[in-house]
């Protein structure tokens, strides 16, 4: 085949290809998909939204999938959100913030010079959506130094989680911190904790170090909290500041790797949990850290990094599978009672967390022993390419799938073809001159 005729076929599939993919940005349905059967849990569900861009917010969905409430800041990414009474919610939200409008002090790392991120929890008036309330601080960069969780206290305190600087707090109405926990005095070479359980240690001050993303009081007063980056859960004694309980082991990623938003079941001894780069929603025993209950998804539409899981009073689970934006209901059967699936993201991009209103994390819940567990996981050739294309949604928009960013990746290949021939036809024009 000749030069001509190949620059022409090469011309022509990358005609072809931009064409059909131009078709498809116009006509592809771009509206979230609802199932919603008679055995879902009742009530509406509040959802915090990370998103790919930092367009985050909160919604409330309706059962029907009717987005009925919604808030915002731009340029802000939403993790922890909770309905805490009929007029008002709770959020913790991360915003970007350009560097003209942040002290020097949080401008100092060079890579990330151009921003710092302002954290904030907030109580917003559902009604007028105003902050009513907030307690807020800055930090040096967006990226792994955001707030992600909360919770209101009986005392009216707000328990924090503070990821940036490694510790958790409460803090009275008045902005006043009533106690503080950091994990350096807690989890570094030299305490009970390191010498028991091990885990890495910290490189320098812009580290990712514990990634603490959660934090809940038990029913004893203790706190837990969740340290992403150790894949542990630990129960902390306020009274003493001593960790008096473990759940996982650093690097022991059997058990949990990156995990997120643990519901303990205390009246059961269990605790479900996130398993987040496992890809699946398991249910540990208390006091062996076996496993008793998993949830990976279906074959044809597995879990992509799950964030949330809580276990509702009818034995159903309400999971949020991030990189697949949607959250689900499943049944004790196993089966999809109710799901707001947005392959497209135009709703709930990257979802983080979602709280069915009116029920929260309840400690009397059925246990994963009395429902079926659901594990259908896939081939490793099947998971890299789901893994790569829940990834893709950083890049491209998010109503791009495989078979779209197959269509880039040939355009790419067939600019690349077109630029080789090119080069040789300028190579062969030099050669007959010399």
């Known amino acids: 085949m000749n030069q001509r ?77 909770e309905q805490i009474d009929p007029e008002t919610v709770l959020a913790a939200v991360a915003v970007k913030t350009p560097a003209e409008e942040c002290s020097q002090e949080y401008l100092e790392y060079e890579e990330y010079d151009d921003h710092c991120v302002h954290n904030r929890v907030v109580e917003i008036d559902k009604g007028s959506k105003e902050v009513v309330w907030e307690y807020d601080w800055y930090d040096d960069f967006i990226d792994y130094q955001e707030v992600h969780d909360f919770e209101r206290l009986d005392t009216g305190e707000t328990a924090i989680i503070d990821m940036g600087n490694d510790r958790s707090f409460t803090v009275d109405r008045d902005g006043e911190i009533t106690w503080e926990w950091y994990a350096e005095d807690h989890l570094t070479p030299g305490t009970p904790f390191y010498e028991e359980y091990g885990g890495h240690q910290r490189d320098g001050e812009h580290d990712d170090w514990t990634h603490m993303n959660d934090i809940d009081q038990l029913e004893n007063g203790n706190f837990q909290m969740s340290i992403r980056n150790f894949d542990s859960i630990i129960e902390v004694d306020p009274e003493t500041d001593e960790i008096v309980d473990v759940i996982g082991e650093p690097g022991n990623k059997t058990v949990l790797d990156e995990q997120h938003n643990p519901h303990r079941i205390e009246d059961e001894g269990t605790m479900v949990v996130a398993d987040s780069r496992n890809n699946r929603i398991v249910e540990l025993d208390l006091e062996s850290n076996e496993e008793i209950w998993r949830y990976t998804g279906t074959a044809n539409d597995p879990l992509q990094w799950p964030r949330d899981a809580d276990r509702l009073p009818n034995g159903n689970t309400l999971i949020t599978d991030s990189r697949n934006n949607r959250v689900l209901e499943v049944a004790p059967d196993g089966e999809i009672v109710w799901e707001f699936d947005d392959a497209d993201g135009t709703v709930i991009p990257l979802a983080y967390e979602a709280d069915r209103i009116g029920v929260g994390e309840q400690p009397d819940v059925p246990p994963g022993s009395e429902l079926t567990e659901v594990d259908v996981e896939p081939g490793p050739l099947q998971s890299v390419i789901q893994e790569w294309e829940a990834m893709a949604q950083y890049v491209f928009p998010t109503w791009m799938h495989l078979p779209q960013i197959l269509h880039v990746v040939g355009i790419g290949l067939g600019v690349l073809w077109l630029g080789g021939e090119g080069c040789l036809f300028a190579w062969r024009r030099i050669s007959t001159k010399w």
Request: net charge negative.
């Open 5 to 81: 005729i190949r620059v022409t076929v090469a011309a022509a599939v990358i005609a072809l290809l931009i064409a059909s993919l131009g078709v498809q940005a116009i006509t592809i349905d771009r509206e979230p998909t609802v199932i919603n059967e008679d055995g879902r849990y009742p009530g509406n569900t509040l959802v915090g939204v990370h998103s790919y861009t930092d367009d985050g917010q909160v919604v409330e969905i309706a059962p029907d999938g009717d987005v009925v409430w919604e808030w915002s800041v731009p340029d802000s990414r939403v993790f922890g959100v």
